[in-house]
T-cell receptor, first 114, second 111 residues
Framework: DAGVIQSPRHEVTEMGQEVTLRCKPI?????LFWYRQTMMRGLELLIY????????DSGMPEDRFSAKMPNASFSTLKIQPSEPRDSAVYFC????????????FGPGTRLLVL | SQQGEEDPQALSIQEGENATMNCSYK?????LQWYRQNSGRGLVHLIL?????REKHSGRLRVTLDTSKKSSSLLITASRAADTASYFC???????????FGKGTKLTVNP
């Protein structure tokens, strides 16, 4: 199994630009999670999906952030417009079951907004 | 303090020594998990201990859970330079799907 795949691995953009991060979960996994990691705030859960349906987006910082999961094998996290404070490493993780089981993390996307 | 607080924040030891990291949490949990993160990489699951378990082993890892004290510890025995990483505990609370991660312990094992 290829594991969780994220793209791009690195993204440098200018303030105000739209950024789209992509994630392919492990085949057969039912839950998908988006996290953001910074030195100051640690690892924060932004949103998670169960069977492609968004369940809890309370961690999404503001309306500039949106996430979709159009099918079981693909999810996107979009930031529009991006700001320098969005600079962080964004991780996608998937889990085979719905209840608090092991999560499998992707390698992350390192985002720098200038 | 945040749910899933690790202690210490940083730990430096010599190869061959044991490393112990602690985690405290606030609310009741269904399970507690430990993850490792190497620099620049994603988190990797190490071990899961359920609320009705007190101790669990996996290779050189030993995890304990004390629900009365709302705490857990991760022991790495006979540490190696390759164990150098950050270690996070994550608690699964109540009926939520979510895991709440602490800020981690940064472990450095010197050769």
């Amino acid at each position: 199994d290829a594991g969780v795949i994220q793209s791009p691995r690195h993204e440098v953009t200018e303030m105000g630009q739209e950024v789209t991060l992509r994630c392919k979960p492990i085949s057969g996994h039912n839950s998908l999670f988006w996290y953001r990691q910074t030195m100051m705030r640690g690892l924060e859960l932004l949103i998670y999906f169960n069977n492609n349906v968004p369940i809890d987006d309370s961690g999404m910082p503001e309306d500039r952030f949106s996430a979709k999961m159009p099918n079981a094998s693909f999810s996107t996290l979009k930031i529009q417009p991006s700001e320098p404070r969005d600079s962080a490493v964004y991780f996608c993780a998937s889990s085979p079951r719905t209840r608090q089981e092991t999560q499998y993390f992707g390698p992350g996307t390192r985002l720098l907004v200038l | 303090s945040q749910q899933g607080e690790e202690d210490p924040q940083a730990l430096s030891i010599q190869e061959g020594e044991n490393a112990t990291m602690n985690c405290s949490y606030k609310t009741s949990i269904n399970n507690l998990q430990w993850y490792r993160q190497n620099s620049g990489r994603g988190l990797v699951h190490l071990i899961l201990i359920r609320s009705n378990e007190r101790e669990k082993h996996s290779g050189r890892l030993r995890v304990t859970l004390d629900t009365s004290k709302k705490s857990s510890s991760l022991l790495i025995t006979a540490s190696r330079a390759a164990d150098t990483a950050s270690y996070f505990c994550a608690s699964a609370q109540g009926g939520s799907e979510k895991l709440v991660f602490g800020k981690g312990t940064k472990l450095t094992v010197n050769p």
